[in-house]
Antibody
């Protein structure tokens, strides 16, 4: 049974960099044809795709965030990483990692709330 | 690119059918068959209900079905049950390695 678990600071100061890790168990992030997504949801609002990393290491970002986002993978630890720089209050959200194949995210982590505040 | 357009709310009585629409444009939803639908209960992670417009993952009841016509995709829930009350989001490939969510629809079972 595969599981995903997001982790990282729950509070980040404005202008700093948000850093989250997604630990995957029960499935290799190097498995062919799978993407690994980061998706966020501001409190009381809808979902927003942040970006994805393909099993090959290729990355794809939401155009509205691409100047601030970096997604990477550590295959030795079976972990994914999300970094979002120059955060503001608008970046306050629950952040999810998910496994997907051609846009179908079939396994999600429980999400982690990150609040941007001084 | 803008988010896909969904009605903010929908409702139906137990046993009835309800359809939720998701509208894009010809360059995104209208041009690709990579449309999926997610169900989200309060405080929980989204759950995949439909993928590639019409396909159901294992374990999803056949009361849930998807379709697409032009730039509008639809999710139909037949035989509504109390546990179907949730938020529903559509999701589509937007071209140029970009993915788009709809704004979400709150489904109420009366």
């Amino acid at each position: 049974q595969m599981q995903l678990q997001e982790s990282g600071p729950g509070l980040v100061k404005p202008s700093e960099t948000l850093s989250l890790t997604c630990t995957v168990s029960g499935f290799s992030i190097s498995s062919s044809n799978y993407y690994w997504d980061w998706i966020r949801q501001p409190p009381g609002k809808g979902l927003e795709w942040i970006g994805s990393i393909y099993y090959s290491g290729s990355t794809y970002y939401n155009p509205s965030l691409k100047t601030r986002v970096t997604i990477s993978a550590d295959t030795s630890k079976n972990q994914l990483s999300l970094k979002l720089s120059s955060v503001t209050a608008a970046d306050t959200a629950v952040y999810y990692c998910a496994r997907s194949i051609v846009g179908s995210s079939d396994n999600w982590g429980p999400g982690t709330l990150v609040t941007v505040s001084s | 690119q803008s988010a896909l357009t969904q009605p903010p709310s929908a409702s139906g009585s137990p046993g009835q059918s309800v359809t939720i629409s998701c509208t894009g444009v010809s360059s995104d939803l209208g041009n690709y068959n990579y449309v999926s639908w997610y169900q989200q209960h309060p405080g929980k992670a989204p759950k995949l209900m439909i993928y590639e417009v019409t396909k159901r993952p294992s374990g999803v009841p056949d009361r849930f079905s998807g379709s697409k016509s032009g730039s509008t995709a639809s999710l139909t829930v037949s035989g509504l049950q109390a546990e179907d009350e949730a938020d529903y989001y559509c999701y589509s490939y937007g071209g140029s390695n970009n993915w788009l969510f709809g704004g979400g629809t709150k489904l109420t079972v009366l």
